[in-house]
């Protein structure tokens, strides 16, 4: 079976600090593929990053960066100096296996207070 | 190019009625995944169309159905709704909807039953 956990319900950081939010995963399909959405109060799941097993380079996007380690099955993110304006849900996801259905964790809610 | 399109935005009905919501995905985009988010529940998987057939389906009861037009858009219909059918739907399109490929996700629908 497939699963997403995302242990931090809620973090509360004040403007300029540097948050990570992590994210395991299980699965059992030797080929999968992790995404992180940000949705913001509006409710659009806005796409942020797509890697797949096989590519375990972090990866930086300005004050977004991932860590993807397959040995402890970890998918973290961190912003670097967070903004008020990264105040939102973050979603770790899963797809595996045949069909592109995504499986989601439950979300960590990030507030950033300025 | 135009995101995901979702159509309306916001609905309130009442036990035992019926609603179709609509999902007009990006240009090009062939694919079409269904998604109900719940406080209580998360993200879960409806359905996902592709070339006018369901291609997969999530763990729903048969209230839930859906159907995709020649043009890729899609709805899909909720009968005899129930009040825990309250929920934001959100549509994702994506090019041929095979495994890995990242999907766009709409603003949704908040529906609200009463």
């Known amino acids: 079976a497939q699963k997403v956990t995302q242990a931090q319900t809620e973090i509360s950081v004040v403007e300029k600090e540097d948050v990570t939010l992590d994210c395991v995963y299980e699965?059992?399909?030797?080929?999968?593929?992790l995404f992180w959405y940000k949705q913001p109060p509006s409710g659009e799941l806005v796409f942020l990053i797509r890697?797949?097993?096989?590519?375990?380079q972090n990866e930086i996007s300005g004050r977004y960066s991932w860590n993807f380690q397959k040995s402890t099955s970890s998918f973290n993110f961190t912003i670097t100096a967070s903004q008020v304006v990264d105040s939102a849900v973050y979603f770790c996801a899963l797809n595996g296996g045949a069909t592109n259905k995504l499986i989601f964790g439950t979300g960590t809610l990030l507030a950033v207070q300025p | 190019k135009a995101g995901v399109t979702q159509t309306p935005r916001y609905l309130i009905k009442t036990r035992g009625q019926q609603v179709t919501l609509s999902c007009s995905p990006i240009?090009?985009?062939?694919?079409v995944s269904w998604y109900q988010q719940t406080p209580g529940q998360g993200l879960q998987f409806l359905f996902e169309y592709f070339s006018e057939t369901q291609r997969n389906k999530g763990n729903f009861p048969g209230r839930f159905s859906g159907r995709q037009f020649s043009n890729s858009r899609s709805e899909m219909n909720v009968s005899t709704l129930e009040l825990g059918d309250s929920a934001l739907y959100l549509c994702a399109s994506s090019d041929k909807g095979i495994v890995g490929e990242t999907q766009y996700f709409g603003p949704g629908t908040r529906l609200l039953v009463l």
């Open positions: 890697r797949n097993s096989f590519d375990e």
């Open positions: 699965t059992r399909d030797t080929t999968y593929y």
């Open positions: 240009s090009g985009h062939r694919s």
